[in-house]
T-cell receptor
Framework: GDSVTQMEGPVTLSEEAFLTINCTYTATGYPSLFWYVQYPGEGLQLLLK?????DKGSNKGFEATYRKETTSFHLEKGSVQVSDSAVYFC???????????FGTGTSLTVIP | ETGVTQSPTHLIKTRGQQVTLRCSSQSGHNTVSWYQQALGQGPQFIFQ???????GRGNFPPRFSGLQFPNYSSELNVNALELDDSALYLCASSFQLGVGNEQFFGPGTRLTVL
């Protein structure tokens, strides 16, 4: 079946460092891919998404490109801030749109 | 615009009991999904409802059941509770059924089964 595998955490970075959180997926057909973020004390919220191959999702300085050839959707940010400290979840909805799969989450802590 | 709300916030039950969790969708949203999130894990998809019908289901046994009402609010019912059912239960709504739609999550209900 479909699945999502993301980089284990926790990840600790200094402010202004470069961030990469790896995410790979297994899916039949053409899934949609998402990154959700959970800030401390808050609920899950969408960070960015891509619905077809080679699409790039971007938001708040974060980017991820839907790579079908490598079945990946890695999250990147060029310069992290303390306010980016959160748990990040890679997720997939299958080609029907009625099945959803989340990764285990990667905890990011950014220190000043 | 009111976001997704869930009740109760916390709940403690004993093994074998039944529980009902409730969710109010974000205004204008007709699709709702339920997830189970164990501590330190990602959300696991339980099922999705669209216009009062179950539209998709994850790998959960039949003792997990749901309802969606005409106002698009929803319930998750779990019968014969087991210790492993202890988790955070998340409700998420979306504007419409379809591929690639954003889901808006509620704060969750923390269920503890003793």
């Amino acid at each position: 079946g479909d699945s999502v595998t993301q980089m284990e955490g926790p990840v600790t970075l200094s402010e202004e460092a470069f961030l990469t959180i790896n995410c790979t997926y297994t899916a039949t057909g053409y899934p949609s891919l998402f990154w959700y973020v959970q800030y401390p004390g808050e609920g899950l919220q969408l960070l960015l998404k891509a619905t077809k191959a080679d699409d790039k999702g971007s938001n708040k300085g974060f980017e991820a490109t839907y790579r079908k050839e490598t079945t990946s959707f890695h999250l990147e940010k060029g310069s992290v801030q303390v306010s980016d400290s959160a748990v990040y979840f890679c997720a997939l909805s299958d080609w029907t749109g009625n099945q959803f799969y989340f990764g285990t989450g990667t905890s990011l802590t950014v220190i000043p | 615009e009111t976001g997704v709300t869930q009740s109760p916030t916390h709940l403690i039950k004993t093994r074998g009991q039944q529980v009902t969790l409730r969710c109010s969708s974000q205004s204008g949203h007709n699709t709702v999904s339920w997830y189970q999130q164990a501590l330190g894990q990602g959300p696991q998809f339980i099922f999705q409802y669209y216009r009062e019908e179950e539209n998709g289901r994850g790998n959960f046994p039949p003792r997990f059941s749901g309802l969606q009402f005409p106002n698009y609010s929803s319930e998750l019912n779990v019968n014969a509770l087991e210790l492993d059912d202890s988790a955070l239960y998340l409700c998420a709504s979306s504007f419409q059924l379809g591929v690639g739609n954003e889901q808006f999550f509620g704060p969750g209900t923390r269920l503890t089964v003793l």
